[in-house]
């Protein structure tokens, strides 16, 4: 098994080119562990080169809401009256410790990514 580190996009393409022709191997063989190691190195070299951002808080919440089907009255519990969630979703507000904690326990949003600073809507 001849691997080389991934150093240059010219290298990322053709790891990605050599993944694909192993993606149908078993775990278990030459070929299995050879994927294996190459898909570790390019989510090393993407993790490197092609850092996500992470989305802004109210994003975070507003995209919670959308995929669970919650309200306004259903962030009650965890932000306060709904004036305080509104303010909080019209980037009025800044999320409070608490309600940080209280929306990754209840929506399971990662805590690192309510504690971002919120964007503020443009004027």
Avoid: C
């Avoid at 979703?89 to 600073?117: C, D, F, V, Y």
């Amino acid at each position: 098994m001849n691997i080389q580190p991934i150093k240059t996009e010219a290298d990322y393409r053709a790891t990605l080119k050599e993944i694909e022709t192993l993606m149908m191997a078993n775990s278990d063989t030459p070929d299995g562990e050879k994927l294996d190691v190459l898909v570790t190195l390019v989510e090393f070299y993407e993790r490197k080169h092609y850092p996500l951002d992470l989305p802004d808080p109210v994003e975070a919440i507003k995209f919670e809401m959308e995929q669970k089907g919650l309200t306004v009255k259903d962030l009650e519990p965890m932000i306060g009256k709904s004036n305080r969630v509104y303010e909080i979703l019209n980037r009025k507000r800044s999320l409070t410790l608490n309600m940080i904690w209280k929306l990754h326990q209840g929506l399971g949003i990662p805590a690192e990514l309510l504690i971002k600073p919120t964007q503020h809507a443009h004027a």
